[in-house]
């Protein structure tokens, strides 16, 4: 049983996917409650504005999130191989960010992985890389951002202290006192208030 199956199962919520995604879920034989909405839109759940948009990745239909709620935006970005333009806009003005930070290169290149693998996650539908959620910090990631929190690293092809450096790194040559946080594979992040 998948895991979004699971949770549907576990706490008989509404499950909220794109009207391309709904039909790709076997859900076996639970029939969850499904609200579906086109990628791109935005629509309320209870007092939360959640805006939608489309990313890179491999996926049917693939999506990443911003929340806002008593004017607090919050987003997160994972399972995309590169940031356009149209993600960085969706960004502006977020107090909290989850930014992918997949993997180091040079631990791809050489960890347990098939090549088909490798080509897959380094593409353009794949996955973040710190390098380039450096690059993404050190250009583009907006001064009112309050945290970032590096999430969605890979268990053998990056390590947190890595992600870390890099991305201190990016803030500190841009003067930007961002809190820094990295979420660590298998572990529980702290609780975030704001």
Same mark, same amino acid.
């Given at each position: 049983?998948?895991g979004?199956?699971?949770?549907?199962?576990?706490? &008989? *919520?509404? /499950?909220?996917?794109?009207?391309?995604?709904?039909? #790709? !879920? +076997?859900w076996?034989?639970?029939?969850?409650?499904? =609200?579906m909405?086109?990628?791109?839109t935005?629509?309320?759940?209870? &007092? *939360?504005e /959640?805006?939608?948009f489309?990313i890179p990745?491999? #996926? !049917? +239909?693939p999506?990443?999130?911003?929340f806002?709620? =008593?004017?607090v935006?919050i987003?997160?970005?994972?399972?995309?191989?590169?940031?356009?333009?149209?993600?960085?806009?969706h960004?502006?003005?977020?107090?909290?960010?989850?930014l992918?930070?997949?993997h180091?290169?040079?631990?791809?290149?050489?960890?347990?992985y098939?090549?088909?693998?490798?080509?897959r996650?380094?593409?353009?539908r794949?996955h973040?890389?710190?390098?380039?959620?450096?690059?993404?910090?050190?250009?583009?990631?907006?001064?009112?951002?309050?945290?970032l929190?590096?999430g969605?690293?890979s268990?053998?092809?990056?390590?947190?202290?890595?992600?870390?450096?890099?991305?201190?790194?990016?803030?500190?040559?841009r003067?930007?006192?961002?809190?820094?946080?990295?979420?660590e594979?298998?572990?529980?992040?702290e609780?975030?208030?704001?």
């Open positions: 049983m998948s979004l199956v699971r949770l549907a199962r576990q706490l &008989d *919520i509404p /499950v909220y996917l794109t009207r391309l995604t709904a039909p #790709a !879920i +076997d076996e034989d639970y029939e969850p409650k499904l =609200e909405f086109q990628a791109g935005s629509f309320p759940i209870g &007092d *939360i /959640v805006s939608s489309t990745h491999d #996926a !049917i +239909d999506v990443s999130f911003a806002c709620a =008593e004017g935006k987003a997160v970005v994972t399972d995309l191989g590169y940031l356009p333009e149209s993600i960085c806009f960004l502006h003005g977020t107090s909290f960010l989850l992918e930070s997949n180091d290169l040079d631990m791809l290149k050489v960890g347990p098939p090549w088909s693998v490798k080509q996650v380094m593409s353009r794949g973040l890389s710190n390098d380039v959620a450096s690059d993404f910090i050190r250009d583009g990631l907006d001064s009112s951002t309050c945290t929190l590096l969605h690293l268990e053998h092809n990056n390590h947190p202290e890595i992600a870390r450096l890099t991305a201190a790194q990016a803030l500190e040559s003067g930007l006192e961002t809190r820094l946080v990295v979420s594979p298998g572990k529980q992040s609780v975030f208030t704001f």
